[in-house]
């Protein structure tokens, strides 16, 4: 683990290291004017990973009634295999609520064995969930009471 990491609430100064993680990560990224909105959205929540006040990865979690949804996790490619993103997902399971749920590409192993260590089981398949290329997503959650 990095020593000097620092996991802060996102900002809308924030918002372009956020598309940069976006465009480095993903092959659909999000838009800046998406992640802009989504900083607005009272149920959204956006915590960013900070190393040496470089902006390394970010999480953004949506929590309504309850129900907690990662809407995107990531990590730039030089930061990663440094339990940067566990940091950031340590982080979003603070919040309060009673289950966190996210979908993960079915190829993404690494991502996969993360989430099963912090709790999360697998608990459906969304086929052909992502593009570029085509891929199902693994529906994982983690409920934080064992009233199910």
């Keep these: 683990m990095i020593m000097d990491l620092e996991i802060v609430k996102a900002t809308p100064d924030d918002v372009a290291d956020i598309k940069k993680i976006e465009d480095e990560c993903f092959s659909v990224p999000w838009s800046e004017k998406s992640i802009e909105e989504s900083l607005k959205n009272p149920c959204s929540h956006f915590y960013i990973a900070k190393v040496n006040n470089e902006v390394a990865g970010y999480i953004g979690v949506q929590i309504f009634s309850g129900e907690g949804y990662v809407t995107n996790v990531a990590t730039l490619p030089e930061y990663r295999k ?14 309060e609520m009673e289950f966190l749920t996210l979908e993960v590409r079915k190829s993404n192993l690494p991502a996969i064995s993360l989430y099963r260590k912090l709790g999360f089981e697998e608990v459906g398949i969304r086929p052909d ?11 994982m959650t983690r409920y934080f009471n064992e009233k199910r």
């Design 82 to 95: 440094q339990g940067i993103a566990r940091a950031l997902m340590e982080r979003a399971l603070r919040n």
């Design 129 to 139: 969930f992502y593009r570029e290329p085509n891929e199902d997503a693994v529906l």
